[in-house]
């Protein structure tokens, strides 16, 4: 039985019978006006952060989401793509699909603007999405792409970019680990089904997203997630593992590099107002910008002793140098 084929059994049973340990979420649920989680949902959430964020979600969006869970993202963006068909939900799963199919009818009951036409929920998988070229304004999976092995998820990458309109986004959540995972746990294939194993540190992610085209990434969080330790796992240390959540956007390829932002940060505080690095830069005085790591890295190749940089917070919200 492949790696594959035990991930899909996991969820086969965590949509037969809701198993609320599968993931841990630390994020609290969406209280917006009017919006009303079913339990059941909640009960099924299984990722590892959020992927909707209101500022992604402007001008009734085409949404694509991959995974679908029970349901309670889909939901959320239905919320934001108040259109029949406007959010796509992909899943491998039979029984995954006709879980969430029966939780929006929960969510009709308890959400008098909602309506199950919003969503379309697609058999199918994510290295092979049924979803035209250039269609997609938001595309999202939450605790999924970390399952996959090297070569699989570089399939995945391309296939979200390849389905986004230009300029649309991937929203995504997974758990991300800077120590070395050793290969007993990375071949222990259920482990990796369960969101574990296959957490790889956050630059590689983010390489196998600049090398499929992205133009721009965004370290939007970054939350402590779970422990392996040698009493429970095959490990001699303990393993800290993280969640982030990072967006992808489908803008050109800039000729110096791709534009990725991890929450630094320039204020400039010489004696002038403000200070034009002539490239597109210009920082007011006393006014921190958010800026993205090739920029950080310009500015400290000036050398110059008016300029604060700040390190790498990985939680950037926007208003960025680019």
Not at 208 to 217: C, H, S, V
Request: proline letters at 5%; aromatic letters at 8%.
């Amino acid at each position: 039985m492949s790696y594959l084929d035990i991930t899909h059994d996991v969820y086969k049973q965590a949509a037969l019978s809701p198993d609320i340990g599968l993931c841990c979420t630390t994020n609290p649920i969406w209280e917006l006006p009017g919006l009303k989680i079913p339990r059941i949902m909640q009960e099924m959430n299984y990722g590892c952060g959020s992927t909707v964020h209101a500022r992604d979600l402007t001008n009734n969006p085409k949404i694509l989401y991959v995974g679908v869970g029970g349901g309670m993202e889909l939901l959320q963006f239905a919320y934001f793509s108040r259109q029949k068909n406007g959010v796509i939900g992909v899943d491998v799963v039979d029984e995954m699909l006709r879980a969430s199919k029966k939780n929006f009818s929960e969510a009709e009951k308890l959400n008098p603007w909602f309506n199950k036409e919003f969503i379309n929920l697609k058999k199918g998988d994510a290295l092979n999405l049924p979803v035209e070229d250039n269609s997609i304004d938001v595309a999202a999976q939450n605790c999924l792409f970390n399952i996959f092995r090297v070569e699989e998820l570089k399939k995945a990458i391309s296939e979200m970019y390849r389905v986004l309109k230009p300029h649309g986004r991937l929203v995504m959540s997974d758990p991300t680990c800077e120590q070395p995972i050793n290969q007993s746990l990375r071949k222990d294939d259920r482990l990796r089904a369960l969101c574990l194993s296959g957490s790889i540190p956050i630059d590689e992610y983010v390489k196998m997203l600049t090398d499929a085209g992205f133009g721009t990434i965004e370290i939007r969080a970054r939350k402590p997630y779970r422990i392996l330790d040698p009493l429970h796992y095959s490990t001699k240390e303990l393993i800290y593992i993280e969640s982030i959540e990072v967006a992808a956007i489908k803008d050109t390829m800039p000729s110096d590099g791709p534009c990725v932002f991890t929450g630094k940060t320039a204020i400039f505080y010489g004696k002038d107002d403000y200070f034009d690095d002539k490239a597109g830069h210009v920082l007011l005085k006393n006014q921190p910008l958010a800026i993205c790591d090739k920029t950080a890295a310009s500015l400290t190749n000036l050398n110059r002793n008016d300029i604060y940089l700040s390190r790498s917070t990985f939680h950037y919200d926007g208003g960025g140098c680019c």
